[in-house]
C-alpha cells in the first residue's frame, strides 16, 4: 500500500489522502491535534516536531515500520522539516534547501537577485539606526518585518527617519513573547527591512508538475493596513496583467527551484514592473484552497497527496474558472464579546460557502494587528467575482459582534 507522512494540517487533508487509497502517517505536534485526526490517520505520531533532535528519531522508527515514501505538509512551521526530511530519507520532494529559500525572507532576496531574476532592496536591521540607514540607501517608505514570520505579524511601513526608533521599539518588542497567537510555531526573532514596493498586491496560487508550473488561480485583495481583510477570486484583471503576472510567477518558482507540489506567491504589479513579495511552498491561508476546489474545481489539498504517488490528472494548461469566489471579515469593537448575532441565518442563506468564527463570548477584543486579530469570516460564491463581492459586502452587516467595555 502506498503510505504518506503528513506533517500538521488540517482533518481535510488525512480524508482526502485517505479516499485516494493512500495510508496515512500523521505527524503532529502536541499543541495541534484537531478533533478527528487521531481517528482519521493509520498512525498518529504526537510530538514536538519543532525538536529536530526528538523528531528524527521517531520519524525514522515510523519509516521503518511503515514504509511511506512521500512527506506532504501544507503548513508554513513545517516547510523546512518536510525538506529536512526528504533529503535525509532520499524521497523525492522538495528539499530543505529550496524550503529555506522560501522560508527565509532575506535569503528568498539574495537568491532572486544573485539569479538575475529580480532585485529588491533587502537587508537585516537590529535597531532604529539600521532602518535610517536602510532608507537613506533605497528611500522611504520602509518596509520592516520578520525574517520568517507569518499573518502579518510584526510588519511595519516606515514612512521616514523620524518613525524609525519608535517603530524598531514596537516590533522588538514582539521578540520571544509566549503569549501571541501560534507563538510556538512563529516566534519573533529577527527582523528584515524591505525596498517598499507600490501597486496592487496579487496572490497566485499554483501546483507545480516535476518543474512545470500551473497557475491555478490569481487573487485580488482587500486589505487595512498590513491585514488582509478580503479575497477575490478570480481577481478583476486585465488580461495583459494577468499574463504578466502568470509568466512572472512561474519564472520565480523556476527561478527558486520548486519542483513539486503546491505554491502560493504573493505578488504586485509595480510601477517598476511585477515584483515578489513573498513565495510558499504550502497553501494560501483564508481558505483559499476550498474557494478553488469550487470556483475553478481544482483541489490543492487532493493534488498535494496524490501527486506523488500519480493518483491524480495531471494539469497542462491554466484551470478556467466556472465561478467567482469572495471572502471578507467582519469584526467587532474592543472590549469583552458578549455575542455573535447573525451567523446561523447567513450561513443558510445561497451562495454562502461558509461562516467561520474565531472567537466566542467572554472573549475579550484588542484592537487588530495582524491576521489573528480577524473574528468572523463570510465566504460566498456567485456567477462571477463582481458579483461574489456585491454579495460578499451585502451579508456582512447581517453579522454582529456584540461587545461591551472591559472594566479596570
Known sequence: MNTILIIGGRLQAIEKAKALGLRVVLLQHKERLLPGQAEAADALLLVDYLDWDVTWPIVRAAHEAYGFTAVMTLVEQATELAGRLNDRLGLVGTSYEVANRLHDKLRMREWLHHSGFESVGCAEVKSGDDIRAFGTRHGYPVIVKPLDGTASRGIAIIEGPDEADAAWAELAGLRDRDDLPMATFYPVT??????????????????????????????????????????????????????????????????????????????????????????????????????????????????????????????????????????????????????????????????????????????????MTDNYGRHVQVLVTAEDTAAAIERCDGLLDRIRVVTRPEQG
Open 190 to 367: 529577527s527582523f528584515i527591512a524591505e525596498e517598499y514596493i507600490d501597486g496592487v498586491e496579487y496572490s497566485v496560487e499554483s501546483f507545480s508538475f516535476a518543474g512545470r508550473h500551473i497557475v491555478v488561480s490569481v487573487t485580488g485583495k482587500f486589505h487595512d493596513g498590513v491585514v488582509e481583510m478580503g479575497h477575490a477570486l478570480p481577481a478583476i484583471l486585465d488580461p495583459e496583467d494577468e499574463r504578466t503576472i502568470v509568466d512572472h510567477v512561474v519564472g520565480f518558482l523556476t527561478t527558486i527551484g520548486l519542483k513539486d507540489g503546491v505554491g502560493h506567491t504573493e505578488i504586485k504589479l509595480s510601477s517598476k514592473g511585477p515584483r515578489i513579495i513573498e513565495g510558499h511552498d504550502r497553501v494560501a491561508g483564508d481558505r483559499l484552497l476550498d474557494f478553488m476546489a469550487v470556483t475553478h474545481g481544482v483541489d490543492l489539498e487532493q493534488y498535494a497527496a496524490g501527486w506523488p504517488f500519480r493518483l491524480v490528472t495531471e494539469l497542462h494548461e491554466r484551470p478556467r474558472a466556472v465561478l467567482g469566489g469572495a471572502t471578507k471579515w467582519v469584526n467587532g469593537r474592543p472590549g469583552v464579546v458578549e455575542s455573535i448575532e447573525g451567523v446561523d441565518e447567513v450561513r443558510a442563506l445561497p451562495g454562502v460557502l461558509g461562516v467561520d468564527v474565531y472567537l466566542a463570548p467572554g472573549d475579550v477584543i484588542s484592537p
